[in-house]
T-cell receptor
Framework: KQEVTQIPAALSVPEGENLVLNCSFT??????LQWFRQDPGKGLTSLLL?????REQTSGRLNASLDKSSGRSTLYIAASQPGDSATYLC???????????FGKGTRLSVIA | GAGVSQTPSNKVTEKGKYVELRCDPI?????LYWYRQSLGQGPEFLIY????????DSGLPNDRFFAVRPEGSVSTLKIQRTERGDSAVYLC???????????FGPGTRLTVL
């Protein structure tokens, strides 16, 4: 069974700090990896999608990296803002049958 | 354009009742997914449609759960004889094709009393 683990489960940082969220997966034969944001009581918003052939993707203050061989991905958030407070979910897709396998998420609080 | 929509947003029912949850995907998206999210957990896969057919229903927990997508667009998740353990947020997602970015709806919060 594929497992996706996210560390830490919760993180609180002061505004302006750079931070890294971690995601690890047990089966490195992935097709892609996706990072999502979830606000309380809301659905998921896709942030970045990394294909297995890629090493990283960037969008604004966000940068996601992928290391298939070690089964790891990181989400780097630069100059954090209170509006970044949310739960961040990592999800892995496998080729041929691609329902996503999710981690439990990291709950981020950015304190003004 | 419109995103994925789900109705109702909230559903409260009594144990043993039947419920239907609806998902309207983004127009033109061929793939449609149902997930279930319990409090403090990540979403867990239930069933995936490619067009009208269920390509993978291995995540359905038991035969009380069933889903259809008769015309390849709107999908309905049906739960018979609901149990308190079915209480969760049911999320629907669609994508243009297999392994593309999945776009999620706001979810239906189901509470079984």
């Amino acid at each position: 069974k594929q497992e996706v683990t996210q560390i830490p489960a919760a993180l609180s940082v002061p505004e302006g700090e750079n931070l890294v969220l971690n995601c690890s997966f047990t089966d490195s034969a992935i097709y892609n990896l996706q990072w999502f944001r979830q606000d309380p009581g809301k659905g998921l918003t896709s942030l970045l999608l990394i294909q297995s052939s890629q090493r990283e993707q960037t969008s604004g203050r966000l940068n996601a990296s992928l290391d298939k061989s070690s089964g790891r991905s990181t989400l780097y958030i630069a100059a954090s803002q209170p509006g970044d407070s949310a739960t961040y979910l990592c999800a892995v897709g496998y080729s041929g049958n691609t329902p996503l396998v999710f981690g439990k998420g990291t709950r981020l609080s950015v304190i003004a | 354009g419109a995103g994925v929509s789900q109705t109702p947003s909230n559903k409260v029912t009594e144990k043993g009742k039947y419920v239907e949850l609806r998902c309207d995907p983004i127009s033109g998206h061929t793939a449609l997914y149902w997930y279930r999210q319990s409090l403090g957990q990540g979403p867990e896969f239930l069933i995936y449609f490619q067009g009208t057919g269920a390509a993978d229903d291995s995540g359905l927990p038991n035969d009380r759960f069933f889903a259809v997508r008769p015309e390849g667009s709107v999908s309905t998740l049906k739960i018979q004889r609901t149990e308190r353990g079915d209480s969760a947020v049911y999320l629907c997602a669609s994508s243009p094709g297999v392994a593309d970015t999945q776009y999620f709806g706001p979810g239906t919060r189901l509470t079984v009393l």
